[in-house]
């Protein structure tokens, strides 16, 4: 069943690395409880009993578009809404898919529990064929989410009641797509592939699930609507195999080609599941002091991009408005961004992946209290959960798993997540945390807020000359061991001439010009573009988000400057690159 495009919010298809056509989508108007006592579950909600409110899915309660709007601490919350099931998908296995939910989600479905998932930035879904009634159905789902419990990570939400300095307002409860899956009773779960750009191959591992006997994978690929290579082996749960492709197209920054992938799983000839999808063919290698993509080294020009919106909070109001955000980066002259203490949606990445825009995902480790037993257990479930919903993405180039962690920090604990990272995924770097106390990792970074442009470019004259890289805190992090060093925070410049109190900030003395503004930015820029040893930076930041007025862009994305100026600072070419 092809879903007809309803005037539902974000209607669009939630999974773009992995399609098929029996889906509903469940966004929209649902009935809401604030549960501030947490006794929802002793009072029947998951059974029926009374909501008071209603609230627009998948907006979060403390969004302007969930209807709801409200920005105080909501612990507990509780959602609920009646579904019908398409009359073909009578005899097909029923999935009820979410896309995120913050933090702890319950679900019931016709009053029966149909499991519990722990993490607010990963999707996670339940079978739930046998709860099903030919009729109506009820699914009820209850969100727990305490951001000052020191056990949850939570990124940039606020843990006071306000947004201060760089603490925004809160994201609770279903903040991505809820939708339904109708497939056979065998069905294609799930893929991984490994492009191969020097041997012109792709190499896949899929996980099938259900009775495999007497099943055919056939899998072909296509290049620009041409079948570029095929094949066909028996099923079985898990397959490991490679294809051949007969026309070589690597995905790069200025020519992001994608191939087609189309798998389909048949029995006689007869087709029983078909899923969609597509991988870009490029290579991230480290050389040395170099980053290179397909063998050429390349200059990571960023800007760091945080994925607020000033009315959906986390969740961006349309597909469209995600796209957007890569067009206004690219305006700037920047060719990627690191995604900063938020796991960005999956249509961010596959407009990353369109436009060859170039992504550092970053875990958002702020919340959690690295020094308790139980950090290890939390941060490890959610961040493989991250790894195995994007490993496909051709845009990703790096995974850092934390961000300014603490100086009391327990290095197991980061290094523990840096070598599974590498053991999971050995095709991309792995930042082990940015910024301050690197313990083992493969690219040395810093954060560096200079404001003066001359005191900045001094801070990494040693380094030129042979010496040690300017590093946030030697005394409590791993020496320097000849990887490539990258600036990976800078600038944050503070910008709001109109500003009228005093809640606003940005870092250092604020320009008292426009042109003032453009000169520090290019000076800044300048000292990391064209030193021999540097291979990449990343500005802070793209847009302000509430008090923190330090984008070149408003948190209403205007652009504050003459963006062809910046573009025209970016775009030089940088060093490393000669």
């Known amino acids: 069943m092809k879903q007809k495009k309803l005037s539902i919010p974000r209607p669009e298809y939630p999974r773009p690395q992995m399609v098929r056509d029996n889906w509903l989508n469940l966004n929209g108007i649902w009935e809401f409880q604030v549960d501030a006592g947490l006794s929802g579950e002793e009072r029947g909600l998951y059974q029926g009993g009374e909501f008071s409110q209603t609230i627009n899915v ?16 909501l ?61 109506e159905n009820l699914v009820v789902v209850r969100a727990r989410d305490d951001v000052r419990s020191h056990l949850q990570p939570s990124g940039k939400q606020s843990p006071k009641w ?16 809820v939708w339904l899956e109708a497939v056979p009773s065998t069905f294609i779960q799930s893929f991984r592939l490994y492009p191969d750009l020097d041997r012109g191959k792709v190499s896949f591992r899929v996980n099938i699930n259900g009775e495999v006997e007497g099943l055919i994978l056939n899998t072909k690929i296509f290049a620009s609507g041409k ?37 389909s799983l048949k029995e006689r000839g007869k087709c029983q599941d078909k899923v969609k999808s597509y991988f870009g063919l490029r290579k991230i290698e480290i050389q040395g002091e170099k980053v290179l993509l ?52 999956p249509y961010f990445l596959y407009w990353a992946d369109k436009r060859g825009y170039l992504v550092w995902e970053e875990y958002p480790n702020w919340g959690i209290d690295h020094s308790h037993p139980a950090a290890l257990k939390i941060i490890l479930k959610e961040w493989l959960e ?22 009391n920090q327990d290095p197991e604990l980061i ?51 042979g010496g040690q890289p300017w590093r946030n805190d030697p005394e409590n992090q ?81 652009p504050k400057f003459d963006l062809s100026i910046i573009k025209k600072i970016n775009s030089q070419k940088a060093a490393i690159e000669e």
Not at 235 to 261: C, G, H, M, T
């Open 75 to 135: 612990r507990c919350i509780w959602y609920r809404r009646k579904f019908h099931l398409p009359g073909n998908w009578r005899k097909m296995r029923i999935f009820l898919h979410f896309g995120a939910v913050d933090y702890e989600a319950t679900v019931w479905v016709n009053g029966e529990k149909a499991g519990t998932h722990r993490g607010g930035y990963t999707p996670f879904s339940f079978e739930i064929t046998p709860l099903l009634k030919k009729e």
């Open 478 to 558: 791993s020496p320097y061991q000849g990887q490539p060093y990258f600036v990976s925070e800078y600038g944050g410049t503070w910008w709001n001439p109109h500003q009228k109190n005093n809640k606003a900030w940005g870092y250092g003395k604020r320009p008292e010009t426009e042109e003032e503004f453009l000169e520090r930015y290019r000076r800044l820029t300048h000292a990391l573009l064209f030193h021999p040893r540097i291979s990449g930076f990343c500005y802070t930041q793209l847009y302000d988000i509430e008090q923190e007025v330090n984008g070149l862009y408003t948190y209403q994305r205007c």
């Open 415 to 465: 290094q523990i997540i840096y070598r599974t990272t590498k053991s999971i995924d050995p095709t991309r770097p792995v930042i082990d945390t940015s910024g301050y106390h690197h313990i083992e990792t493969d690219i040395y970074d810093c954060h560096n807020y200079e404001q003066d442009p001359e005191k900045f470019s001094s801070s990494f004259e040693a380094f030129k000359k």
């Open 58 to 73: 998948p907006f979060c309660p403390e969004s302007k578009l969930s209807g709801i709007n409200y920005n105080d601490f």
């Open 386 to 407: 991250v790894i195995e919903r994007d490993f496909n993405h051709p845009s990703i180039i790096g995974w850092c798993p934390f961000n300014e962690t603490p100086q």
């Open 227 to 263: 079948k570029v290579g095929e094949r066909e082996i028996p099923a079985r749960n898990w397959l490991f195999f490679s294809i051949k492709l007969s026309e070589i197209y690597p995905w790069q920054v200025d020519k992001p080609f994608l191939y087609d992938i189309e798998f």
């Open 294 to 345: 397909n063998n050429r080294p390349i200059f990571q020009r960023l800007v760091l991009d945080q994925g607020f919106y000033p009315e959906g909070i986390y969740t961006a109001p349309t597909m469209e408005a995600l796209r957007q955000d890569i067009e206004l980066s690219l305006s700037c002259g920047f060719n990627g961004a690191r995604l900063h203490q938020k796991v960005f949606e």
């Open 162 to 177: 306000e947004s201060y300095r760089c603490m925004y307002t809160r994201t609770s409860g279903i903040w991505q797509t």
